[in-house]
Nanobody, 121 residues
Framework: QVQLVESGGGWTQTGGRRRLSCVFS???????????YRWYRQAPGKERELVAG???????NVSDAVKGRFDIYRVNAQNTVYLQMNSLKPEDTGTYYC????????????WGQGTQVTVSS
């Protein structure tokens, strides 16, 4: 089993920045099998959407909605994945979830509990 704990949410003024953290812990062998690290978000009344992802090898993809403003990176020594959010907009408001996936015929997904981000002027 793998546990994910997000932190760093809160209120930010429009145009500001915030960094979210996701700390991984649990079974070492399971942790080593993770090959995708992702951040999702869900705004009130909307479906959960992918924000950014990074593979174990380091390949990054970022959604068009946040491209150029958000960045995802992982610090292996800390077992932590970060989401750096810059130039925040009110439409970035939502609950942000960390996800870890072990790919395969039957992929395994682990989720954090979510952290709330609110952006307003």
């Amino acid at each position: 089993q793998v546990q994910l704990v997000e932190s760093g949410g809160g209120w930010t003024q429009t145009g500001g920045r915030r960094r979210l953290s996701c700390v991984f812990s649990g079974n070492v062998r399971e942790l080593q099998r993770i090959d995708w690290y992702r951040w999702y978000r869900q705004a009130p009344g909307k479906e959960r959407e992918l924000v950014a992802g990074q593979t174990k090898a380091g390949t990054i993809n970022v959604s068009d909605a946040v491209k150029g403003r958000f960045d995802i990176y992982r610090v292996n020594a800390q077992n932590t994945v970060y989401l750096q959010m810059n130039s925040l907009k009110p439409e970035d408001t939502g609950t942000y979830y960390c996800n870890a996936q072990i790919s395969g015929v039957n992929p395994v997904n682990y989720w954090g509990q979510g952290t709330q981000v609110t952006v307003s002027s």
